[in-house]
């Protein structure tokens, strides 16, 4: 069974940055998508970013566009999220998700159904 472990969240103030990685278990890495998503207090998860196997063609929320760069490591088995410009509003926990299963085209990104495993989360602050 596929692992994700994320780490790299914290206490930042706004304006700042932070990376956030997420490790994954598995033999066939490269072929995964993988995915970002978060949750503030109160309200639902979110889809941030998203990075498929091969093409590494990327994804983004509107809410991050621009700010936030997710990228891999094939080598490593690791995905990264590159956070610049926080805001508070990007406070939440953030999951890293894979999927590792079935077709990789025609995929709605954006959706947590596509996804069938997910790391505990790691908190990320952002203050004023």
């Known amino acids: 069974q596929v692992q994700l472990v994320e780490s790299g969240g914290g206490l930042v103030q706004a304006g700042g940055s932070l990376r956030l990685s997420c490790a994954v278990s598995?033999?066939?890495?490269?072929?995964?998508?993988m995915g970002w998503f978060r949750q503030a207090p109160g309200k639902e998860r979110e889809f941030v970013a998203a990075i498929r196997g091969s093409p590494s063609i990327t994804y983004y929320g509107n809410s991050v566009n621009g700010r936030f760069t997710i990228s891999r490591d094939n080598v490593k088995n690791t995905v990264h999220l590159q956070m610049n410009s926080l805001k508070p509003e990007d406070t939440a926990v953030y999951y890293c998700?894979?999927?590792?299963?079935?077709?990789?085209?025609?995929?709605?990104?954006?959706?947590?159904?596509?996804?069938?495993?997910w790391g505990q989360g790691t908190q990320v602050t952002v203050s004023s």
């Open positions: 998700a894979a999927r590792t299963l079935g077709r990789m085209s025609g995929i709605n990104w954006y959706s947590q159904g596509s996804y069938d495993a």
């Open positions: 598995g033999r066939t890495f490269s072929s995964y998508a």
